[in-house]
Every structure is written in structure tokens, then in C-alpha cells.
């Protein structure tokens, strides 16, 4: 299991790199910028939006598996509450803590030992669902 572990630890890691990154390099104004909308039907979010979403569902997940705090954090995540680069880089630090103490508890003696296949499909069906959050593929 700790080799299944690492691999998603660092899947993990470079997801919040590209966050970090791409929040980095869009200016403020652009950040919850609304593309064109080509279809109604299909929802068209800003590269904010896309990454708050993301960031979240890591944040809820974790949360709800160390401390089982299972609340979404749509409320706290909205645009105008992370308006800004900074607030959102912020926000995106918090979020890896939260992932860290989360795969520190998957590391601990008491789940490894008890680990099961369920556990680390979870792990891949979150990492999915995250990818999925940040590259606005609903």
C-alpha cells in the first residue's frame, strides 16, 4: 500500500503545483472571467471557478476522512469571499495541510495495517473526480 500511497501523494502534489501555478500566472481580472458560452446546457466556468472547485473537493474529503468535518466549502470557496491571487494562494496552502495530515493518517501504522482495496480506490476516485474539478470536464 505504500507504494500506491506515494504514487498518490504525488499525483496529488502536482495537482495543487498546477493550481498554484496557473493562480499565479492569470491577473486578478482574468481569474473569474467568463468564457462565451457556446451552449446553455453545458456549463462554461471561469480557471477560478474550476480550480476552487477542485481545491474543495480535496479540502472536504480530507477533512471528512482526518477530522470528519464533511462540510462543503462551497460557502467559503464563492468568488467574491477569494476574489483576488493572493486570497486563492491562500486558500490553496490551507488545502495542501489538509492533504498532508490526510495522507499522514493514511501512513499511520493503525490504516496501514487495515488497509484495503476499497481504500485505495477511494484515493483514485477522489484524484479523478479532482482532475476532473480542475480541468472543467463535468
Not at 481545491?55 to 467559503?76: C, H, M, R, S
Not at 491571487?85 to 495542501?96: G, N, Q, T
Request: hydrophobic residues 40%; neutral net charge.
Amino acid at each position: 500500500m505504500n507504494n500506491q500511497l506515494t504514487i498518490f501523494d504525488r499525483q496529488f502534489q502536482k495537482l495543487h503545483a498546477r493550481s498554484w501555478e496557473i493562480i499565479e500566472k492569470t491577473p486578478n481580472e482574468k481569474l473569474f472571467w467568463q468564457p462565451n458560452k457556446i451552449d446553455v446546457s453545458f456549463p462554461v466556468n471561469s480557471c477560478g471557478e474550476y480550480i476552487l472547485r477542485s481545491a474543495g473537493t480535496v479540502e472536504q474529503t480530507f477533512n471528512g476522512i482526518t477530522a470528519k468535518l464533511w462540510d462543503d466549502p462551497f460557502e467559503w470557496t464563492l468568488p467574491e469571499a477569494l476574489s483576488t491571487s493572493r486570497l486563492i494562494l491562500d486558500y490553496l496552502a490551507e488545502v495542501e495541510g489538509t492533504r498532508r495530515r490526510g495522507f499522514a493518517f493514511f501512513h499511520s501504522p493503525h490504516i496501514i495495517g487495515n488497509a484495503r482495496c476499497k481504500e485505495k480506490a477511494f484515493l483514485f476516485d477522489l484524484l479523478c473526480c479532482c482532475r476532473h474539478c480542475f480541468y472543467g470536464k463535468f
